[in-house]
């Protein structure tokens, strides 16, 4: 058939009104289907779309997965359980907000980075939101380019410091700082300095020292 010759199928004597066309219109190979139902592309057993050097672009298989390439490797399979993909996966929400749903119908969820030596995992459990390490390493947060807090391995939690010694560890180039403060109640301050250390009331309020709970020691806020 020469070009602009078009294979017709389906009732319809007309041009153009047939169900289904097939034909070359000198640049490009169509096959159209204008008219009445769906078109369905069957086999007994896979399906494939190759390029013109054999090259794999998708393949269907029947009762398995449905696989899509780029430039000859497989990047997306479907699975019994789901989805792989092969490569980093970008997801673009555009203008709007979430770029991204986990929803399980299970009471819990999450999602896993896997990593040739470690992992982690985000996830709920019941009413919970847990932040997994699995690894031996640290937890560790970064804002703004730089690495603010860090869990360890033994629990210990360090803020400004990448390898806290105590519980909570709190490091600062300048005077390091905790703050304890009751809304519209005392404010509490310990501070370490370059040659002093420093523990204290900010706000016009007396310190007590307390052992088994009781008041050892007050200093009232005029001294």
């Known amino acids: ?67 899509l390439y780029h430039n000859g490797n497989k990047k997306f399979a479907t699975t019994s359980s789901g989805v792989e993909v092969t490569g980093v996966l970008d997801v673009n929400s555009g203008t709007t907000d979430t770029a991204a749903n986990f929803t399980s119908s299970d009471a819990s969820v999450a999602v896993n980075f896997v990593a040739s030596d470690n992992s982690m995992q985000i996830a709920t459990s019941g009413t919970d939101g847990l932040l997994k390490n699995n690894g031996a390493g640290s937890l560790r947060f970064f804002n703004n380019g730089s690495e603010r807090v860090r869990i360890d391995s033994s629990g210990n939690l360090g803020i400004g410091t990448s390898s806290p010694s105590n519980n909570l560890h709190i490091k600062s180039s300048g005077n390091a700082e905790l703050v304890l403060e009751r809304d519209s109640g005392a404010e509490i301050l310990l501070q370490a300095q370059a040659a002093a250390g420093v523990i204290g009331t900010q706000t016009n309020n007396h310190l007590d020292l307390k052992t088994n709970s009781n008041t050892r020691i007050r200093i009232e806020n005029n001294g």
């Open 1 to 67: 058939m020469l070009d602009n010759v078009r294979l017709r199928l389906g009732t319809g004597d007309a041009e153009g009104q047939q169900d289904l066309q097939i034909y070359h219109d000198g640049s490009n190979s169509y096959i159209d289907e204008t008219g009445t139902g769906d078109l369905f592309i069957k086999s007994s057993n896979d399906i494939y779309l190759q390029g013109a050097n054999n090259e794999f672009m998708a393949e269907f298989s029947e009762n398995g997965s449905v696989d």
